[in-house]
Nanobody, 117 residues
Framework: QVQLVESGGGLVQAGGSLRLSCAAS????????MGWYRQAPGKQRNLVAQ???????NYADSVKGRFTIFRDSAKNTVYLQMNNLKPEDTAVYYC???????????WGQGTQVTVSS
């Protein structure tokens, strides 16, 4: 069974940085893509960044130039480095994995990121 375990959320002041981690219970290259989504209260869950097994990394326009997604295949972990955080980045952040050897879509439990002004 696939498990995704997130860590690294917390409270930070505007302009600060956080790094989120998503540890997978399997080889991350078993998936077609892994990514991070976020959901603010009362809003839908939206893509923040996605890193495919092959191909171009995608970012939401709102985080381009501030957030970086990268992976460490030896640790089966995907990271989201978030710099210059803004209050509007406040949300629950979810790790996502989809497709590939394991059909379907998988989600982590979510980690809260709160940015104070």
């Amino acid at each position: 069974q696939v498990q995704l375990v997130e860590s690294g959320g917390g409270l930070v002041q505007a302009g600060g940085s956080l790094r989120l981690s998503c540890a997978a219970s399997t080889n991350i290259f078993n998936f077609n893509a892994m990514g991070w989504y976020r959901q603010a209260p009362g809003k839908q869950r939206n893509l923040v960044a996605q890193i495919p097994r092959v191909g171009r990394i995608n970012y939401a326009d709102s985080v381009k130039g501030r957030f970086t997604i990268f992976r460490d295949s030896a640790k089966n972990t995907v990271y989201l480095q978030m710099n210059n955080l803004k209050p509007e980045d406040t949300a629950v952040y979810y790790c996502n994995a989809e497709g590939g050897f394991y059909s379907g879509t998988y989600w982590g439990q979510g980690t809260q990121v709160t940015v104070s002004s």
